[in-house]
């Protein structure tokens, strides 16, 4: 597990490397939110570890920035204990979890575990193309933060080839997953729903996600 240290006291910092990396985390460290943004947009962060008094760009600003640009890498606040309003506006913008210092170490690892599974259990239940998402469990859908309205069928199919993302699926495998063997079908019926996800998906979009590839089927792709 790939974990960033957002921390400008240095013993402080030094000793959170030193110990998570002694329970086997690969850690990197920063000293402000602004150079922490810059190691995660390099990827591969399982968690962030932000501390939210810093210099040049503090942990509740680290966290809106990251949250902009619809990272969902978990974040664990750092926080003094007599900033429960600090708190309560990380939690709102979207932190997953905070430890009040001086905290027990342990309790930090139990609380990286605890919201790396959560994270984990989410995007078992999410499927993603660019900034498309699709929510399985509320079964709803966002493209760049605007709620898509979908009809049943609809979301089954959009699912489906977000399932099988660069795959080209044909009329009949889209026909065999979505519709029982005793329901009768349009012989166009893929077509035009395919022609209803694109005017709400890709209408206005300057990166088009629904591909046909003429003779075959269909894909999404990025």
Same mark, same amino acid.
């Given at each position: 597990m $790939?974990? /960033?240290? !957002?921390?400008?006291?240095?013993?402080? $910092?030094?000793?959170? $490397?030193?110990?998570?990396?002694?329970?086997g985390?690969?850690?990197?460290?920063?000293? #402000?939110? =602004?150079?922490? *943004?810059?190691? &995660?947009?390099?990827?591969?962060?399982?968690?962030v +570890?932000?501390?939210?008094?810093?210099?040049?760009? #503090?942990? &509740?600003?680290? %966290? @809106?920035?990251?949250?902009?640009?619809?990272?969902?890498?978990?974040?664990?606040? *750092?926080?003094? %204990?007599?900033? @429960?309003?600090?708190?309560?506006?990380?939690l709102?913008?979207?932190?997953?979890?905070? +430890?009040?210092?001086?905290?027990?170490?342990?309790?930090?690892?139990?609380?990286?575990? /605890?919201?790396?599974?959560?994270?984990?259990?989410?995007? =078992?239940?999410t499927?993603?193309?660019?900034?498309?998402? !699709?929510?399985?469990?509320s079964?709803?859908?966002?493209?760049?933060?605007?709620?898509?309205? *979908?009809?049943?069928? =609809?979301?089954?199919? /959009?699912? %489906?080839?977000?399932?099988?993302? #660069?795959?080209?699926?044909?009329?009949?495998? +889209?026909?065999?997953?979505?519709?029982?063997?005793?329901?009768? !079908? =349009? @012989?166009?019926?893929?077509?035009?729903?395919?022609?209803?996800?694109?005017?709400? +998906?890709?209408?206005g979009?300057?990166? $088009?996600l629904?591909?046909?590839?003429?003779?075959?089927?269909?894909?999404?792709?990025?």
């Amino acid at each position: 597990m $790939k974990v /960033l240290v !957002l921390e400008d006291d240095e013993s402080l $910092k030094s000793v959170l $490397k030193k110990r998570l990396a002694a329970v086997g985390f690969t850690v990197e460290c920063a000293c #402000n939110g =602004e150079e922490g *943004l810059d190691y &995660l947009l390099t990827g591969g962060f399982d968690v962030v +570890i932000s501390d939210i008094m810093m210099p040049v760009m #503090n942990g &509740l600003e680290f %966290l @809106s920035a990251v949250r902009a640009k619809k990272i969902d890498v978990p974040v664990i606040l *750092l926080t003094a %204990l007599d900033a @429960s309003g600090d708190v309560v506006k990380g939690l709102d913008m979207g932190a997953d979890d905070y +430890i009040v210092k001086p905290f027990e170490f342990p309790e930090l690892v139990a609380r990286i575990r /605890l919201v790396t599974r959560r994270a984990a259990g989410r995007r =078992e239940n999410t499927l993603t193309a660019g900034d498309l998402t !699709l929510d399985l469990s509320s079964r709803t859908a966002e493209r760049g933060g605007r709620v898509i309205p *979908l009809s049943a069928k =609809e979301f089954d199919l /959009l699912a %489906l080839l977000l399932k099988n993302k #660069n795959i080209v699926l044909t009329r009949d495998r +889209i026909c065999d997953s979505l519709y029982g063997a005793d329901e009768y !079908l =349009e @012989s166009n019926a893929i077509d035009v729903y395919i022609r209803y996800l694109r005017k709400k +998906i890709d209408d206005g979009a300057a990166v $088009k996600l629904i591909h046909t590839v003429r003779g075959v089927g269909y894909t999404v792709r990025e």
